[in-house]
């Protein structure tokens, strides 16, 4: 079995009325290769007539955004052309690449009625060799995702890679597995993950035991490459957001809304964006 190397808490950092925590980076993890960025927004409640979600235009480049709608919706814009209202139990996968302008804000009928939200946003590196292709969007409902049912009622959704034999929805440009699981209390699982591989493991609701630690809601679980296995017993109605993926070990160099693998980079994309490189905005 894997070890752990420590947990980690969240960090409470609200945007404007948006309940937000963040799990990475934090003071005691900068990031998991090629795991950068973890936002976990809510649970919360939105009245009617709200203002929604505060993410207007910005600009990304040089990696991948990837978008887990437990609860709400988001609706997705891009300059790529790419429009879409994601709703609960949905993904969106945006590979920014070599760069495009996107805003991830509520539907009109979600800041009309209101209702519950909860939303993870997990940020995925891409490696040198990839950071410059051509910028995709995948918005999946619910449907659209494979959920695979293991023994003692836990629920694999396969977003990405192979989960229990079943290839997920999404077949991104690295070999990075995500999934998000539902355990009921007292169930468990054994997952093989090969050493080599950095797991991401984080803790959405609930609460489990793994690798003979307790892990909370809101803790990020970081793990030794020692193992070939994750065991898993929830201890309480859980939900997780797993995934995994071989490290690029390239330098990572991360300014604001771009990750590229130098400062020169870094520079050349803010002068793209200026001059319109990244498409022109349009409301």
Do not use: C
């Amino acid at each position: 079995m894997r070890t752990i190397k420590q947990l980690h808490r969240a960090v409470n950092a609200p945007i404007a009325d948006l309940v937000t925590y963040r799990a990475l980076p934090t003071s005691s993890v900068e990031y998991l290769d090629p795991f950068l960025f973890l936002n976990h927004h809510g649970p919360q409640v939105y009245r009617p007539s709200n203002k929604g979600l505060p993410f207007g235009p910005h600009p990304h480049r040089g990696f991948e955004t990837v978008t887990f709608i437990l609860e709400g919706d988001i609706l997705h814009k891009d300059t790529g052309g790419h429009e879409s209202v994601i709703n609960a139990g949905g993904i969106q996968w945006m590979t920014a690449g070599s760069g495009l302008i996107h805003a991830e804000v509520s539907s009109e009928a979600f800041k009309q009625t209101g209702g519950p939200l909860e939303i993870l946003q997990l940020w995925v590196n891409l490696p040198a060799k990839d950071k410059m292709v051509a910028p995709r969007y995948i918005g999946l409902q619910k449907d659209e995702i494979p959920a695979v049912t293991l023994d003692g009622g836990v629920v694999v959704h396969a977003v990405s890679g192979e989960w229990a034999g079943t290839a997920g929805a999404v077949q991104p440009l690295a070999d990075v597995a995500l999934a998000w699981l539902e355990l009921p209390a007292g169930s468990r699982v054994v997952l093989p993950v090969a050493a080599a591989r950095t797991v991401f493991f984080y803790v959405v609701r609930g609460a489990v035991q793994v690798s003979g630690a307790e892990a909370q809601a809101r803790q990020l679980v970081e793990f030794n490459h020692d193992g070939d296995e994750l065991a898993i017993a929830a201890l309480a109605d859980a939900v997780l957001l797993l995934g995994h993926a071989l490290p690029f070990n390239e330098p990572v160099v991360s300014y604001g809304p771009f990750v590229m693998n130098t400062e020169a980079e870094i520079q050349q994309a803010y002068r793209d964006y200026q001059s319109g490189a990244f498409g022109a905005w349009k409301g």
